[in-house]
T-cell receptor
């Protein structure tokens, strides 16, 4: 299995909702990432997990809560989001010691 | 904050022509990567060039790196309609796995 999968593909949520984004890889990669991408902009790093531990948090608001239950799975829990949080959320993974990252297809989130 | 600026922002060419896009970055790097993104989907890694390399080839792709000018270029030869996508350079200032992407070039290849 050489891909990163993300579910759901699309998500519409209200500002009072709680939802979760899921990311999975079975390539044995030990680093996993969440990025946020607004339209016509580059991806911006949000979080990095290394060996299931949070190693980088790019000052992301607490309404975004990451979780890494095991080495193959990465979740992003969403609560009380704002309309400006609407974006494409990308997950990626990489092998230990390697710079190349493998991206999932993303979840397109719309906050109403 | 963005590490890299890319130009042009957008490029439209005919199939069969070559496409060149440029990336400038601000701090010292160990390597520079190029990624492709098709219309709002995930990114695909194209090529990585290390700071001690000046040029690298992969199929129809040619990447150059000039560390003295802090710039890189990506050349796609004999372009095809399927090359239509956004192209991003990416660096990890200070090393590690914290990637910072350039502003991107939107390439459109017309039949």
């Amino acid at each position: 299995d050489t891909e990163v999968t993300q579910t759901p593909k699309h998500l519409v949520m209200g500002m009072t909702n709680k939802k979760s984004l899921k990311c999975e890889q079975h390539m044995g990669h030990r680093a996993m990432y969440w990025y946020k991408q607004k339209a016509k902009k580059p991806p911006e790093l949000m979080f990095v997990y290394s060996y299931e531990k949070l190693s980088i948090n790019e000052s992301v608001p607490s309404r975004f809560s990451p979780e890494c239950p095991n080495s193959s799975l990465l979740n992003l829990h969403l609560h009380a989001l704002q309309p400006e949080d609407s974006a494409l959320y990308l997950c990626a993974s990489s092998r230990r010691g390697e710079e190349t990252q493998y991206f999932g297809p993303g979840t397109r989130l719309l906050v109403l | 904050s963005q590490q890299g600026e890319e130009d042009p922002q957008a490029l439209s060419i005919q199939e069969g022509e070559n496409a060149t896009m440029n990336c400038s970055y601000k701090t010292s790097i160990n390597n520079l990567q190029w990624y492709r993104q098709n219309s709002g989907r995930g990114l695909v890694h194209l090529i990585l060039i290390r700071s001690n390399e000046r040029e690298k080839h992969s199929g129809r792709l040619r990447v150059t790196l000039d560390t003295s000018k802090k710039s890189s270029s990506l050349l796609i030869t004999a372009s095809r309609a399927a090359d239509t996508a956004s192209y991003f350079c990416a660096t990890a200032p200070g090393g590690g796995n914290k990637l910072t992407f350039g502003t991107g070039t939107q390439l459109k290849v017309e039949l």
